[in-house]
């Protein structure tokens, strides 16, 4: 059974920074696309950053130039480095990777970002 595991959120200040990681046990095969999402209270799921099987990225433009999304393919792991949070990003943060039978979600990890 394959479980997607998110680690690295937490309470932080404006313009401090975290790293999110997301360990994948099991088999995901077909992998397309891995990426990060996050969902605020009364809005709605949606993508931070994307990491494609070739290792394209893709950012959202309110996390351009802040955020980075890596992978670490031997570990089974993704990661996004956030840098110079902001109270904006305040949100659950989920991983997800995407075969080209299903996705796969993590449980989510809050972060929160005070002004």
């Known amino acids: 059974q394959v479980q997607l595991v998110e680690s690295g959120g937490g309470l932080v200040s404006a313009g401090e920074s975290l790293r999110l990681s997301c360990v994948v046990s099991?088999?995901?095969?077909?992998?397309?696309?891995m990426g990060w999402y996050r969902q605020a209270p009364g809005k709605q799921r949606e993508s931070v950053a994307i990491i494609t099987r070739g290792g394209g990225t893709n950012y959202s433009d309110s996390v351009k130039g802040r955020f980075s999304i890596s992978r670490d393919n031997a570990k089974n792991a993704l990661y996004l480095q956030m840098n110079s949070l902001q109270p904006e990003d305040t949100a659950e943060y989920l991983c997800?990777?995407?075969?080209?039978?299903?996705?796969?979600w993590g449980q989510g990890t809050q972060v929160t970002v005070s002004s």
């Open positions: 099991g088999s995901i095969f077909s992998i397309s696309a």
């Open positions: 997800n990777f995407r075969s080209i039978f299903r996705d796969y």
